[in-house]
């Protein structure tokens, strides 16, 4: 089985932890000596999932204190915890049952049929609390791309307020290397909140490796873009995480601490943890003007001893927030999906909707490190330095600042045309053609390529992403004793591979049919490869190929274009940005959610709010547009309550 593990090698050995489970109420106390308790309860809204969008809905529609809110998690809160809270364990968690739901997929016939991890964070705070803390955004036209596809209302301009009202940013330092020029004060603020919850800031240390990667990105073509906030994403730039550095400093922010902290003591607001909603319960509509189904409530069952067990039921909605992975599961699960898919689990189909769990994206990813020989800080003296370590431990307990407080920043997102010949783009671009005219292609893929097709010529629309890091440890060749490393990860951004979540049983409590179907569209592979080998020439590149002693994993005996796609198929996995698989697209076009009211075809007060809205794949990490779609959302509900 194929395990992405972004770092093991590093250990924070000194800071100690605890960890608060909430039963049944929105207080932090730990109730797991208590007998699972059995519920009948009513509020006006009921959310599934307390993960990134959730709280955000819960605590924006807990604001009235006439409305009472209930969140469904079946996570626990973690308080404390340094797996969770410290910058520089990102990853740690990743496969941890305690933070993890643990998913992985089917066997990728691309990748010879290996088997990828599908992380999603099981926790107050899901995937929030479990990311790599990146924080960015894609350029004005991949937004643009979901009203084009029928997403009506959902823009750049749309979604802009939103991105500025979910966080509070802190201005970085002035130059951080060479050609960085941030924006300062009313440019600064055009593209950026400043009194949000998330707390957003830059790095504070960089390694002496920054200025010699970026002159060698820029002699391939690669320019620093000092804004990428503003619309267009393109270039190389210090990128922001979601690390405050006012309030709770040297920590994580996520949604959990964010939005749950401030809306956590009203009395309206009740949040289930170790509960897991097993179905949505529909009835024919009250209303003589409509045929549309109503949720009328949830069925839950307890995780463990401090869940509970019961009915929850809403007055107004049921929003459903569960992630890209568990939003179409339980939709199956309640009666909603491919009729056919349906029958054959034993499941009444009440709402027969084709494109339930399909039009799964994510974006495959892998990483390649090179051993140095120069005299450079890397997070590998953290492994190296026994002394380092200790100091570094003692100054992250005391203060919350220093190495341990630090994330991967320098991040690069390009288009193809700067980086490969006009003859690799052509074949590139051929072949996604063929993928175009294949008479498999259904017509929501046929026009999600025609754009992406677009896009492959656009210089103000990035491909593919590469991540600095200075650092070894995250490919499955361990780091030697006394050896420092940089590693070069990579991602392909806009996949022509389209997969799908689905059920193969009616037991709720079994884990979803994952199938994203890596690499499964041969322009994907020839993009994928194309992405491996400029990594290794950006290695190669003077001034940054000075400091580099070779390859490490994949080693210089794996040079030729065979080798590497051996080695693309035994290491490719998952980025972590699933998306798609309850598109908010036209009914006809294979979507499942109406975008005006974000309401489910079919029913009247069944809401979705969670990256499976998100028709098309976008440059860029997906919390920060998960939070702004979930802002937006929540003025929606608001408004059409």
Partial sequence: MRLHSPLLVLLISQVSFVVHAVAGATRDSDHSDLVSTIINKTFDYVIIGGGTAGLVVA?????????????????????????????????????????????????????????????????LGGSSGLNFMAWNRASTKEYDAWQELGATGWT??????????????????????????????????????????????????????????????????????????????????????????????GRRSYSASTYYNISKDRPNLTVFLSTQATRINLANSSSSSTRSLQAVSVAVVAVNSSGVTGILSAHKDIILSAGAIQTPQLLELSGIGNQTLLRSVGIETLIDLPGVGENLQDQPFIAQDFELSGDFSTFDELRNNA?????????????????FAEVVSVRTFAPFNTVVSAATLAHIQQSARQTLSSGSVSPLQKAQYDIQLRWLADDNVADFELLLYPGGGQTKIAPAPNTSYVTLNTAVLHPLSRGSVHINTSEPLAPPVIDPNYLGADADFRSMFEVVKFARRVAETEPLAQGIAGPHDPPANMASDADLIKYL???????????????????????????????????????????????????????????????RASDIFRNTA
């Fill in 387 to 403: 002394t380092f370590l200790a100091e570094q431990e003692a100054e992250y307990a005391a203060n919350h600042t220093g190495v």
């Fill in 59 to 123: 605590a924006r529609l807990s604001e009235d204190p006439h409305i009472s809110v209930a969140v469904i998690e079946a996570g626990i809160h973690h308080v404390g915890e340094p797996l969770v809270d410290t910058p520089e364990l990102f990853g740690r968690a990743v496969g941890n049952p305690a933070f993890d739901w643990g998913f992985v997929t089917t066997p990728q016939s691309a990748l010879d049929g290996a088997v990828v991890r599908a992380s999603r964070g099981k926790m």
């Fill in 569 to 631: 198929k035994a290491n490719l996995g998952p980025f972590y940005h699933h998306v798609g698989t309850a598109a908010m697209l036209p009914r006809e076009l294979g979507g499942v959610v109406d975008p005006v009211s974000l309401r489910v075809y079919g029913t009247e007060n069944l809401r979705v709010v969670d990256s499976s809205l998100i028709p098309l794949q976008f440059a860029a990490h997906t919390q920060a547009t998960v939070y702004a779609i979930s802002e």
């Fill in 156 to 249: 750049w301009d749309a979604l802009l307020p939103y991105f500025k009202k979910s966080e509070s940013v802190l201005p970085p330092p002035a130059v951080t290397f060479p050609g960085d020029q941030k924006p300062t004060g009313s440019a600064f603020n055009a593209s950026h909140g400043r009194n949000g919850p998330i707390q957003v800031s830059y790095n504070v240390l960089y390694s002496n490796l920054t200025s010699p990667y970026v002159e060698t990105m820029g002699a391939l073509g690669v320019s620093v873009n000092s804004n990428p906030y503003g619309g267009n994403a393109t270039g190389l730039s210090n990128s922001a995480c979601s690390v405050d550095r006012i309030n709770d400093i």
